[in-house]
């Protein structure tokens, strides 16, 4: 009996866990795009749909890493025929992902009706700031909006100050970017299962407010008081805090187990100055006693400041004492933890991320630079099989006149 015939992936083998898995990105900013690396990045084949004269993001498209690992094709979507380019696209696709505002995508003709009535199977991901229904959902916003009504933004910073902005990481890649990602993946697993195909809402609002999930057990345990660094992970804890050295430099402290706390002190050189718990003497007995949080901050402040912070790097060196330097952006890629691991790579110039996580038998890699608009186009409409793509890049031909 002869073997059943598997067709060949769309890609060669070796490019990641995703391998064969078509992908195609309705060109926007933020969140979007990014998930859409995140899954070029495991091995699908991207295609970015970019619109005439490009996004807007305001930076050389040579330097947007988040469109490395794709192919890019330009489709005018308000054009005649723009639409369905795209809809021949998603009748081939395994994942469309959009982020318009609601009802922009099915006013263009590419909504998830349009793609289901030619691909049943498609896995549908909207990714916006305020989610497909609720009273703002029709409103602009930015990550800073979203991570402010979710309560996670109020959270961060000192007290008696506003609250510190966590540069767009946290709502529109943690709670947008990731959820969009794991939302559509766990879609095409049930689109394999069963063969049906679903629209995946994910909300940065969604995703921020689930990330603070362990957050609010704690408050509703009586375990984390709702301000600013009174907490033991938010700054308010002496001994899980950042400070600042001699040369200006900072270093980062999470010294949270009494073995490694106890090792923080003697490495830091502090010693006990008895009126402790039992058992306990000076500082040691600070590390559950709330009240002398204070008075501990102080002397770890001062000793901190003592010494540079290659000083404190070097005297830490080794320890499970639980700190670190903290690197700029320019440094870290030179740590020698994350050199040896090479956590950063470059490519195309570019000093960036290596793709994350890592998977034994299928690695991935960076394997092409950013997509420039519109270059994928004749490798795209062969590999897909979707010859109308070619039709926009060749304007109709003038009859000539005697």
Not at 162 to 182: I, K, Q, T
Not at 269 to 282: K, L, P, Q, T, W
Not at 305 to 318: P, V, Y
Not at 321 to 331: H, I, K
Request: proline share 8%; aromatic share 6%; hydrophobic share 40%.
């Amino acid at each position: 009996m002869a073997e059943a015939q598997v067709p060949a992936p769309a890609r060669s083998s070796g490019q990641g866990p995703l391998t064969g898995v078509r992908v195609v990105e309705l060109a926007g900013i933020g969140p979007g795009p990014f998930a859409a690396m995140l899954l070029a990045d495991l091995g699908a084949d991207v295609v970015r749909v970019d619109r005439p004269g490009g996004p807007g993001l305001g930076i050389d498209p040579a330097y947007d890493v988040t469109n490395r690992n794709k192919r890019s094709v330009v489709v005018d979507l308000k054009s005649p025929d723009g639409a369905g380019r795209v809809l021949d696209l998603a009748e081939r696709a395994d994942i469309l992902v959009e982020g318009f505002r609601p009802g922009v995508a099915e006013r263009l003709g590419v909504g998830p009706g349009d793609c289901h009535a030619r691909n049943p199977r498609l896995v549908y991901g909207r990714m916006t700031g305020w989610g497909q229904q609720g009273p703002l959902a029709a409103r602009a916003g930015h990550d800073i909006a979203y991570i402010a009504r979710a309560g996670t933004l109020g959270m961060i910073g000192s007290p008696g100050r506003p609250p510190a902005v966590p540069a767009n990481l946290l709502g529109d890649y943690a709670g947008g970017s990731l959820y969009l990602v794991v939302g559509v993946l766990a879609a095409l697993h049930h689109a394999r299962a069963g063969g049906t195909g679903q629209v995946v809402d994910a909300a940065v609002v969604d995703g921020t407010a689930h990330l603070s999930a362990m957050i609010h057990g704690m408050l509703a345990a009586g375990a984390w008081q709702d301000r600013r660094g009174a907490n033991l992970l938010d700054g308010g804890c002496p001994y899980y805090g950042t400070y600042e050295t001699a040369d200006g430099g900072h270093m980062a402290v999470g010294a949270l187990e009494p073995q490694f706390y106890d090792e923080f002190l003697r490495l830091l050189g502090i010693e006990d100055e008895g009126g402790g718990d039992e058992g306990e003497a000076g500082p040691a007995g600070a590390r559950t006693d709330v009240t002398r949080w204070p008075a501990l901050r102080e002397r770890v402040t001062a000793r901190f400041k003592e010494r540079t912070r290659e000083e404190w790097t070097a005297a830490f060196d080794g320890s499970d004492a639980c700190v670190a330097p903290v690197l700029s952006l320019r440094e870290a890629p030179h740590d020698p933890h994350l050199a040896a691991r090479g956590t950063f790579t470059d490519h195309s110039g570019i000093t960036q991320p290596a793709p994350a996580p890592r998977f034994s038998a299928t690695p991935t890699s960076v394997r092409t630079g950013p997509a420039r608009p519109g270059t994928g186009t004749d490798d795209v409409a062969r590999d897909w099989d979707v010859p109308r793509l070619l039709s926009a890049l060749r304007p109709p031909q003038r009859k000539a006149t005697s």
